[in-house]
């Protein structure tokens, strides 16, 4: 007489649950290390929200960045920068109510804290004529609201630098030196 070849209702049960166990295991593992192992992208942008309207004569602030970079939340002040742009200039007087992106590059998985800037010239039309100003700072360093921008892989998190100048360093300034008033937020 021929055995019986159909396994009992109670182990077929156990190994679709285990099979599904496992199944379940590798699509969260594989989630998990999607979002936190795969590179992310950082978009920075800029905007100029003025203290205070800038005063009639100012015509326009050309400001030329030579580098834009975010630094990764417990690195080393020498190390942790990655490059988001290395060229770009812009008018604020095109940004004081809607943004403008700067750069956008791939970044490892992570959280950022900070962002600085490297800036070779600011520009300011006053009444017709172009007068080149400086930074005191060759590299500011701005600290990113909150708790920093967290990027998961494959997402881009949006950073937006806000960036003016007082009316009163651009009109009455000898050293041709202007200290820019900066924030950082994830937008």
């Not at 009992?8 to 099979?19: D, S």
């Not at 990764?72 to 742009?85: E, I, K, L, R």
Request: net charge positive; aromatic share 6%.
């Amino acid at each position: 007489m021929a055995q019986d070849t159909h396994q009992p209702m109670a182990k077929r049960g156990k190994r679709t649950i285990l099979l599904a166990l496992v199944l379940v295991l590798v699509v969260v593992g594989g989630v998990v290390g999607f979002l936190f192992y795969a590179p992310s992208n950082a978009q920075i942008s800029i905007r100029d929200p003025p203290q205070q309207p800038y005063d009639s004569s100012v015509q326009a602030i050309y400001v030329s960045f030579t580098s834009i970079e975010i630094h990764s939340a417990n690195a080393g002040d020498a190390s942790g920068w990655h490059t988001v742009t290395t060229s770009a200039t812009v008018n604020l007087f095109t940004v004081l109510n809607v943004s403008k992106v700067l750069g956008k590059a791939s970044l490892p998985a992570g959280r950022y804290t900070e962002l600085r800037f490297n800036v070779s010239a600011i520009i300011v039309t006053i009444s017709g004529i172009n007068v080149t100003f400086t930074m005191p700072s060759a590299s500011p360093k701005i600290p990113i609201t909150g708790a920093g921008a967290q990027a998961y892989g494959a997402l881009t998190v949006n950073i937006v630098l806000d960036l003016s100048f007082k009316n009163s360093e651009i009109l009455n300034n000898p050293t041709l030196k202007l200290n820019p008033v900066a924030t950082a937020e994830v937008a």
